[in-house]
T-cell receptor
Framework: DTGVSQDPRHKITKRGQNVTFRCDPI?????LYWYRQTLGQGPEFLTY????????KSRLLSDRFSAERPKGSFSTLEIQRTEQGDSAMYLC????????????FGSGTQLSVL | SQQGEEDPQALSIQEGENATMNCSYK?????LQWYRQNSGRGLVHLIL?????REKHSGRLRVTLDTSKKSSSLLITASRAADTASYFC??????????FGAGTTVTVRA
């Protein structure tokens, strides 16, 4: 169990640029989640995958956001035409369906949009 | 929107004292979980209590759940400096989605 890893840890970008984040879940976990967290707030649900299928997207996830999980392994979250309001910590978590209850989180990607 | 709300927002205690924080939520749940987050890091699962349970213990942690009041409390006994962190309650109302509150920031003074 090597834990959930996220890359990069920090990303600074200019408004209007595209960014992509990667998440590698715990290998045997079939569920993967993306959350967004701003300073002083709890994580907000963005989207969820079971294996390679994206089963729910929050209305927080505008058309500029897209997430994929090819082959049910790692996942990517892309933000196109970034805005200053996108600045946040993006957290990835995974879980095993049968245990299904608790989430294992990565350390997050801190995005700053200038 | 966030399902749970923690109270207080911040808590400062002396090492060795107990820390209590509360969580209220809005809709019916399958279970309620507590997570800890150290500054700039991801969240770590602490304890889970199911909707048909009233109290649960894990080491120095004690969690209670009152579904009639839609509330839960987390007690950390004999606090240590390493307990300094933000604590979040999270509720599961369907098969997969966890909804988090805004958290309680706990500072343990040496």
């Amino acid at each position: 169990d090597t834990g959930v890893s996220q890359d990069p840890r920090h990303k600074i970008t200019k408004r209007g640029q595209n960014v992509t984040f990667r998440c590698d879940p715990i290998s045997e976990h079939n569920r993967l989640y993306w959350y967004r967290q701003t300073l002083g707030q709890g994580p907000e649900f963005l989207t969820y995958f079971q294996n390679e299928a994206q089963l729910e997207k929050s209305r927080l996830l505008s058309d500029r956001f897209s997430a994929e999980r090819p082959k049910g392994s790692f996942s990517t979250l892309e933000i196109q035409r970034t805005e200053q309001g996108d600045s946040a910590m993006y957290l990835c978590a995974s879980s095993m369906y049968r245990e299904g209850e608790k989430l294992f989180f990565g350390s997050g990607t801190q995005l700053s949009v200038l | 929107s966030q399902q749970g709300e923690e109270d207080p927002q911040a808590l400062s205690i002396q090492e060795g004292e107990n820390a209590t924080m509360n969580c209220s939520y809005k809709t019916s749940i399958n279970n309620l979980q507590w997570y800890r987050q150290n500054s700039g890091r991801g969240l770590v699962h602490l304890i889970l209590i199911r909707s048909n349970e009233r109290e649960k213990h894990s080491g120095r942690l004690r969690v209670t759940l009152d579904t009639s009041k839609k509330s839960s409390s987390l007690l950390i006994t004999a606090s240590r400096a390493a307990d300094t962190a933000s604590y979040f309650c999270a509720t599961r109302s369907n098969d997969y989605k966890l909804s988090f509150g805004a958290g309680t920031t706990v500072t343990v003074r040496a």
